[in-house]
Structure formats: structure tokens, C-alpha cells
């Protein structure tokens, strides 16, 4: 791959927060030049080799899961974490079998789940990590709340990276881009707690009968603008370098993911600015983990060579969203007085003038066992499955087996 070098980096304390950088052809001959560094395919694919690919899943259109699934490389491990519709209709169901379908046909390893399974939740109460459980001890509604469950899962299989991508995406191959896009990132990185995060080119609508090319939607032009006006008000120069706060699409090394906080449902992405900021940012007195602090954490911003097309959720889904975003600002030990006046104004229209309410925050998921958590749900959580990798057999095998 050939990718843009990062023109500047805001160094924000430990932060390493890199400029967007672009894709500048997905498949490349070695030809570097000043501005761009070239990343060989089989660098690629070693760090593929150890990327678990997580997909958060609730009631999708089933050809977009199984476009999604069909486009994951291959060398990566898939982890299907799913809130669908367990009755009338079994959704869940119908997407472990096509799971189930794809794993015959090309035996990648994928592990599904439902995130309502009660010994998922056993699990995590196993744990001690009741963070996520409602009142009957099952795993919340959300989003983040999946994700932290599929984190656990990529850790029990030892692997060192950890991406997302959405199941509502209508272009098959921009999800193999993505994939290859966070490879490149960890590839560029030096410091083993890195996180990778895209940004679109563009987000097609339809415009009086026409597709239209957008580039900003209303909720990521203004978390970025918070996110930036955060670090603008502590440093006193004005900044823009954050343009992926609402990334669902993201990826971060095991690493930096056993230490972070996680905010509920779809304000986890935000939120992952607003921990770093708050814990890792300019003059923060104590570190959670001064290794962490040490080795610095670097945040790198890919403009992707595919657009994004998913699923339109309407207005609604868009103010929470927005809301999500803010109350994580509004709330954050960056803020200050004028950037939460700011915020209010900016939610003036959605809230009619409350304060936002204080988002859940989940603690760090680096104390619970990965192994142990693995072992409760084998064998007793009906909605697990583990389809494992399969491999192709050798000469010699083969004619052992036929003597
Ligand atoms: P947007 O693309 O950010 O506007 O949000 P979406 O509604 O498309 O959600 C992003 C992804 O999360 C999609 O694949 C959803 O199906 C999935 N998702 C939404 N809510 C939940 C949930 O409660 N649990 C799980 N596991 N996935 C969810
Ligand atoms: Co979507």
C-alpha cells in the first residue's frame, strides 16, 4: 500500500495525535517517495495474522452482514457479536447460519455470539466486571457494550489487534479496505499502544434523484469540532487535527485496548478521544499506567480510497448520536466553562435547554481472564459458536490418509 505520510502531529502530552493521511493506491509497487511510504503486502498480512476483526451486529439486513463477512480477509480472525431479534423470528439465528455457510466454503475461523445470551453475562459477572449487566444479570442493550464482549473473545485467541467494522455496509470491498487500512496503520506505528482510526472520503446521499459525493455529516463535523476546541482551549493554539471522532470504524493494539475506558453505546467512539485526553493529555498529574505514558500513544487518521455507504437510521438515531457525542465532552475534566456554554448552545435545539446527562462509563477490561471467560461460555452458552480454521492438508498427509 501506498499511504500519505502524516503532515504534522499534535503532540498533546503523551499524545501522538497524526494528521490525516490518504490512501494513495491500495496496492503498490514499492516505489516510495518523499511524501508517501510505501508498506509491502506481506507486512500487511503478518499483521493481519494477528487482527481480530470484530463486528457489532442488531437487526441488519442479512445481505449486508453477508457481504461483510465475505470481504474480511481471510488471514483475520472474525468476531460476530450480535443484539438481532431472538423472536418472533430467530434473526440470530439466520446469521450464524450464514456464518456457518461461509466457514464451510472458505473455513476462516469466525466466533459468533449473542449479546443476551445469559452465561455471556455469567461471564462477565464471573469476572467481577458487572459494568455492562442489567438487572437481571444479562449484558445491557448497546453497541460499546458488544464490542467490550468481542475485545474478550480477541484477547482468549491471543490476538494483538483488534478492529471494527459495521455490519450495515452496502460495499462489500470498502470493507476489505478497511481492514487493510488498519494493517497499514500498526504497521507505521511505534508504539505498541497505537489505535487507527478512518475517515470517509466520502459518504454518498441521494439528492434529488442524484447521488451526491458529501464529504461531513452534522454528528462527526461537530464531535471533531469539540474534540479539537478541547485541546485548542488547554494548549492556546488552535487546533484541527482530530476528523475521526465518531470512527465505528477503528482498530487499537490489545494493548492500548486493556487500558482504556469505554463509554455506552454509540458514544464509545468519542469517548476514546475524551480518556485519552483526560489521562494522557497536557499536565495530567497522575498516569493510570506511566508505561502507556512512557511509550506514548499514537493516533493515526486514514482518509479511505472507498467511500461509505451504510444504512440511513434517521433523525432520530442522528440526535442521539450527537447527544452521545456531547454529553461525553460536556462532562469530560478537559472542559471548561466556555466550551460547555458551547456545547449547550450546539444542543439547544435537541435538549431544550437540560444539561446533558452523565454517559456510563465502563472501566478497564485489561484485569478479567480472557481464558477462564472462554471456558464459561463453552459448552454452556447456547448461542456461542467457534468455527475454527481450517488448513489444507499436505501431499504427504493425504496419502497417509489414503494408505
Ligand atoms: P452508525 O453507522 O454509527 O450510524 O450506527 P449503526 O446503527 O449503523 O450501528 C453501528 C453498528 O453497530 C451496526 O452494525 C449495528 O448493527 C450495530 N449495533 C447497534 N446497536 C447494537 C447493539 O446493541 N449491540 C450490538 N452488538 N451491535 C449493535
Ligand atoms: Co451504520
Known sequence: MLIEMPRHTEIFGSLKIHEMQRVLKIDSGGFENPRAKDIPFDKIKDVLRRLALVIPVKDENINLLDGVLRAIPFDCTIIVVSNSKREPQDIYKMEKDVVARIHDYSQQEILCIHQKDPQLGFAFYEAGYEYLLDNDKLVRDGKSEGMIAGMILAKSLGKEFIGFTDADNYIP??????????????????????????????????????????????????????????????????????????????????????????????????????????????????????????????????????????????????????????????????????VRSKVLEELGDIMKLETPKKTVIMPSIGGIDPHRFVKILEGTAESFARFEQGTIESEEEREVEET
Open 173 to 338: 470491498s470498502s470493507v476489505r479496505e478497511y481492514v487493510i487500512d488498519y494493517a497499514a496503520g500498526f504497521c507505521m506505528a511505534e508504539s505498541p499502544y497505537s489505535m487507527v482510526r478512518l475517515h470517509w472520503r466520502y459518504k454518498p446521499k441521494v439528492v434529488d434523484d442524484k447521488l451526491y459525493f458529501k464529504k461531513w455529516g452534522r454528528v462527526s463535523e461537530t464531535t471533531n469540532k469539540y474534540l479539537n476546541l478541547l485541546i485548542s482551549t488547554r494548549t492556546g493554539f488552535e487546533t484541527g487535527v482530530v476528523i475521526t471522532g465518531n470512527a465505528g470504524e477503528h482498530a487499537l493494539t490489545t494493548k492500548l485496548a486493556d487500558i482504556m475506558s469505554y463509554s455506552t453505546g454509540y458514544s464509545v467512539e468519542p469517548y476514546h478521544f475524551i480518556y485519552l485526553f483526560d489521562n494522557y493529555g497536557l499536565e495530567v498529574e497522575e498516569m493510570a499506567h506511566p508505561d502507556a505514558a512512557s511509550a506514548g500513544i499514537e493516533i493515526f487518521q486514514i482518509e479511505t480510497l472507498n467511500p461509505h455507504i451504510h444504512e440511513e437510521k434517521g433523525e432520530e438515531h442522528v440526535d442521539n448520536m450527537l447527544l452521545g457525542s456531547l454529553s461525553t465532552i460536556y462532562h469530560c475534566k478537559l472542559c471548561n466553562d466556555y
